[in-house]
């Protein structure tokens, strides 16, 4: 499974955009990406799902260059609410197991008034 | 949709006892289900990959006698931590893969004393 490198942490302001990019040399052919938010004691949330290009829904966009070697997850304005750890997840996961599903450390953003 | 409940959502128990947790996808059938660790401040590690109807995959140094799973139905996993010690003490999260997506419990959170 490719190896995922996102910033440990960003700040930002209620109503601003942000951006956190996550780096995946060695991604597979196979493999799709997905972006998770995870507030204290609480599961991982499905943020959005997308193999190349843009994929946009309700609450995010992700863009994927054309090499898919990063994606940049964007939420479009902010919230005190959306204060929380993101992670990317990249792989094509083969349900007879041996999967190596790694997290990395995820980006814990900070959102301020 | 891609609902996913665990129970219980947080467990205390002395040591050497044995402890259950469930996993269910309610709105969805998933042949493939996870088990995660948490613990604080750290990131996600997969424990293991548990498929409906065969003997769980685990991933290295997770103790398959320790850490017990049975995927008997397609809507519902079970993780049984035998003969806990404290050291076992984390939030233990499970997933259920629909399609290509996994979609997380909100996790349970055990404490061994």
């Known amino acids: 499974l490719a190896k995922t490198t996102q910033p440990i942490s960003m700040d930002s302001y209620e109503g601003q955009e942000v951006n956190i990019t996550c780096s995946h040399n060695?991604?597979?052919?196979?493999?799709?990406i997905t972006w998770y938010q995870q507030f204290p004691s609480q599961g991982p949330r499905f943020i959005i799902q997308g193999y190349k290009t843009k994929v946009t829904n309700e609450v995010a966009s992700l863009f994927i260059p054309a090499d898919r070697k990063s994606s940049t997850l964007s939420l479009p304005r902010v919230s005190l609410s959306d204060t929380a750890v993101y992670y990317c997840?990249?792989?094509?996961?083969?349900?007879?197991?041996?999967?190596?599903?790694?997290f990395g450390t995820g980006t814990q953003l900070k959102v301020e008034l | 949709g891609a609902v996913v409940s665990q129970h219980p959502s947080w467990v205390i128990c002395k040591s050497g006892t044995s402890v259950k947790i469930e996993c269910r996808s309610l709105?969805?059938?998933?042949?493939?289900m996870f088990w995660y660790r948490q613990f604080p401040k750290q990131s996600l590690m997969l424990m293991a990959t548990?498929?409906?109807?065969?003997?769980?995959?685990?991933e290295q140094g997770v103790e398959k006698d320790k850490f017990l799973i049975n995927h008997a139905s397609l809507t519902l996993s079970t993780l049984t931590v035998t003969s806990a010690h404290p050291e076992d003490s984390s939030f233990y999260i499970c997933?259920?893969?629909?399609?290509?997506?996994?979609?997380f419990g909100p996790g349970t959170r055990l404490l061994v004393l």
């Open positions: 548990s498929n409906e109807g065969s003997k769980a995959t685990y």
């Open positions: 997840l990249v792989g094509d996961i083969n349900p007879g197991g041996g999967n190596k599903l790694t």
């Open positions: 060695n991604i597979a052919t196979n493999d799709y």
């Open positions: 997933s259920a893969l629909a399609q290509e997506t996994q979609y």
């Open positions: 709105d969805f059938q998933a042949t493939t």
